[in-house]
């Protein structure tokens, strides 16, 4: 069964019952990266917890910390999933990857510490 569920003030609340979400364990977010990707919860392994932005998640500052996955796809899929929220907030493919390295990244230097470093 699917809730409505709503941010309210940084919180997920669910519409139905008023119910504040708990972050998710590492294990719900696997399960909910496969329900995503719509493969075996076997196939979705886990990364490491992202709590500093990198490369792939500049956009997602105020996301932090994610959960990072990698599926045994042929894409080379990898994800990360926000454990407040259960949202899966980055999804990029081996392709997506190269295509930003050959393109994108060092068009707009577009490097993670120089945008960590408004500054500079």
Do not use: C
Not at 11 to 29: C, K, L
Not at 46 to 67: E, K, M, N, S, Y
């Amino acid at each position: 069964m699917n809730r409505a569920a709503y941010r309210v003030a940084g919180t997920t609340v669910f519409a139905d019952s008023g119910e504040v979400m708990n972050e998710v364990s590492i294990d719900q977010a696997r399960t909910i990266a496969g329900q995503f990707m719509q493969v075996r919860t076997q196939d979705v392994n886990f990364v490491r917890t992202v709590d500093r932005i990198d490369q792939w998640t500049l956009g997602q500052r105020g996301a932090l910390p994610l959960h990072k996955f990698r599926v045994a796809d042929e894409a080379g899929t990898e994800l990360n999933v926000q454990p407040r929220s259960a949202d899966v907030a980055v999804m990029t493919t081996r392709k997506s990857r190269a295509l930003a390295w050959a393109g994108v990244i060092p068009h707009f230097l577009y490097f993670a510490a120089i945008r960590q470093n408004q500054p500079l």
